[in-house]
């Protein structure tokens, strides 16, 4: 049997992938053992340390990169059973890496040697880098020690499988069927028309709704039936909190598991381990930035509350109750539109998929230099678009994938996957995945603003990864570290509410007509309309995320989900149901060993970052194409190859400014 994940071709053939083949990973894993287990502290230089360890991994890391990504994207039974069988070895190599004595021990050799004090910066900083990771990872520890750190990487990756997997079955085991729209009063004709297609694909006549979005914002966002708000919110935020797919035991273990990882390793929290070589550098400095964006938010925050309990009552009466969780969406969005005469579903017409993907390869052919077409590959399901990015001298800089629209056997969110992250001339490899409004037979793929801010966003991530030119493989594209990495995704954002981006794409899809500007105008004076709000959402993410892995104590906090409901009480806008459950869904923060979790802070962080660095743009021309070609330069080439404070300040010529977050909000005192 000819096995595709053996040989690794480009480009990958990712239809031929079945669950048969990943046995693969098995030899790659006995090939790379072999490899790093040559490397010796006998004559060392770069090529027989540094260099060897890279070479050694390198098909292993690809081909589990192609496995996570099609357990992700086009999973089936058969695929994840095998998967999973294999996520103990995978989970147990990698951990391995840092307790072989014999890397140490050259590294540590050759880090005495005159060719390692003349090495250039980059390479300096990957072995400086690497060093201190070996050290955090483990290799100091005794025999004993490292015994067990390695059953805690593993278990921690067959945990954090489970707990996704459980996210995935939980969403798609929810559905409720209405025979007709009388519950459905208030959606727009373009959710009725999603709600028709989801029946119509499984057979059934009338309305289906499901938890993949964008179906749970469209009816808390539009339905007037409150009950019907309340029954998709309470199914949203119940996902896998109980049942046959129940995550609350399986977050304990994750975080019973960190908490040891972190205290055999000699740090007293999870979050001092994770934030180490970071720009917070502890826990506690994640925690104080937390606390101190929060408090400059709260007044701001409580007024918003206010002021949307008074609407309810302006327009019910007086005795109208107080808000629910499930009523702040759909009063929220009859505020604004009074507020600024300004509905989502306008801006639909003017936001087609096409060319949202479009309007962002053109921003980027415009700012920084690159060209964009479309190439045949093979992928992994009908409707993925794929492309080559190519640099003005036409040499290719990377292919890429791009993933729109929800399936059943794909996950939900938007994210960015850098499978392949080449040394210059090789090409990267990267896949964007999203899940917007699908097509309908009779309409395109209309988006809202926040859709077109998402896609930006990811490609933002996907900028990031293939304008890279760093010449060490480790230290290149998105691996820096959590709190840098959102700054190219984030800054991307900026340019969709910019008339001079919006002509480059948004269009209304059956007209042709640009997008007026009056509308613009109410676009960009809605853009802080409960900003404070929306601010301290994220703020109780990342103050929950710091506080399990910092605070919490099962013993004297009892079950995590009411420790979590009471915490996140603080920032909600209104109270939150007995058995909200949120995080028994939050992937970002349970859904790998390590992702996110003592990290979630880093959007916040990272927002800092690019409202500031925006501001030059704002300042010198939103497609200045020299300015572009500066932060192409400064920023996205460079990887981790300088310390990020470093790249910043190079591009800014000083250190970022808090208060700029705050004033593009309108937050500001």
């Known amino acids: 049997m000819n096995n595709p994940l053996l040989s690794l071709e480009r480009p990958i053939a990712f239809p031929a992938v079945t669950a048969e083949h990943l046995s693969a990973v098995r030899q790659h894993i006995a090939d790379a053992d072999a490899k790093l287990s040559a490397i010796r502290a006998e004559s060392p230089s770069y090529a027989s340390t540094l260099g060897a360890m890279e070479t050694a991994t390198e098909p292993l890391e690809l081909c589990v990169g192609i496995l996570e990504h099609l357990e992700g994207v086009a999973t089936t039974p058969a695929f994840r059973d095998a998967y999973n069988a294999l996520q103990p070895e995978i989970t147990a190599f990698w951990a391995s890496i840092y307790l072989r004595e014999n890397l140490f021990q050259a590294l540590v050799a050759f880090s005495e040697t005159d060719e390692a004090k003349r090495l250039d910066p980059t390479r300096k900083r990957y072995l400086d880098k ?10 100091l520890l005794d025999a004993e020690g490292k015994a067990q750190l390695t059953a805690i990487e593993q278990k921690l990756g067959l945990v954090s499988t489970k707990f996704s997997q459980n996210v995935l079955d939980a969403t798609n085991a929810f559905e409720l069927v209405l ?56 199914a949203s935020n119940t996902r896998a909190s109980s049942g046959d797919f129940d995550n609350r035991p399986l977050i304990s273990e994750l975080l019973t598991l960190r908490r040891e990882r972190a205290k055999l390793l000699g740090f007293r929290t999870f979050a001092d381990l994770v934030t180490e070589d970071r720009m917070a550098a502890s826990g506690a400095e994640a925690q104080r930035f937390v606390r101190d964006l929060t408090d400059k938010t709260r007044a701001a925050f409580e007024r918003e509350q206010e002021e949307l309990l008074a609407f309810r009552r302006k327009l019910e009466g007086p005795s109208a109750p107080a808000l629910e969780p499930w009523d702040v969406p759909y009063y929220a969005d009859k505020l604004r539109r009074e507020r600024y005469d300004l509905d989502e579903e306008q801006l639909r017409p003017y936001f087609e998929a096409g060319r949202v993907l479009n309007g962002a390869f053109q921003l980027a052919e415009r700012l920084f230099g690159v060209s964009i077409e479309p190439v045949e590959l093979p992928a992994w399901d009908a409707r993925v678009k794929t492309y080559r990015m190519l640099d003005a001298g036409k040499q290719e800089l990377a292919s890429f994938y791009v993933d729109l629209f929800p399936r059943e056997n794909k996950r939900g969110g938007a994210w960015m996957h850098g499978l392949v992250a080449a040394v210059p001339p090789e090409p990267h490899v990267a896949i964007f995945c999203a899940n917007v409004n699908p097509e309908l037979p009779d309409k395109p793929s209309l988006l809202t603003h926040r859709d077109v801010e998402t896609m930006f966003h990811e490609f933002g991530h996907l900028l990031h990864h293939c304008l890279s030119r760093v010449t060490v493989r480790s230290l290149a594209c998105t691996r820096v570290v959590h709190d840098f990495v959102e700054l190219p995704s984030q800054i991307l954002e900026n340019w969709c509410s910019e008339g001079d981006c919006l002509e480059l794409f948004a269009r209304h899809y059956q007209t042709g007509e640009a997008f007026p500007a009056e509308l613009l105008q109410r676009l960009r004076a809605a853009r802080t309309f409960r900003a404070a709000s929306a601010q301290m959402r994220q703020l109780g993410f990342a103050a929950l995320d710091l506080a399990l892995h910092v605070d919490y104590d099962p013993e004297k906090d009892g079950e995590v989900l009411d420790y979590a409901r009471t915490l996140l009480g603080q920032f909600s806008p209104a109270p939150l149901p007995s058995d909200y459950g949120m995080p028994a869904s939050f992937y970002h923060l349970f859904g790998s060993p390590v992702g996110y979790a003592a990290g979630y802070y880093s959007y916040k962080w990272a927002e800092v970052l690019d409202a500031d660095a925006f501001s030059r743009f704002r300042a010198e021309g939103v497609l200045n194409p020299t300015l572009g070609r500066e932060f192409r330069d400064k920023i996205l080439a460079l990887g981790d190859s300088r310390d990020p404070m470093d790249l910043f300040v190079s591009f800014m010529g000083r250190r970022p400014r808090p208060e700029a977050l705050l004033e593009r909000q309108g937050l500001s005192a």
Do not use: C, M, W
């Open 130 to 139: 690497t060093l201190a990771d070996f050290k955090r990872q483990g290799a």
């Open 179 to 234: 025979e007709d729209a009388t519950r459905l009063k208030g959606l727009p004709e373009s959710g009725l028309a999603l709600l028709r297609a989801n029946a119509a694909d499984k057979g059934l006549t009338g309305y289906r709704l499901t938890l993949r979005e964008p179906v749970p914002t469209f009816i808390l966002t539009y339905a007037d039936d409150a009950e019907l708000r309340r029954a998709i919110y309470h």
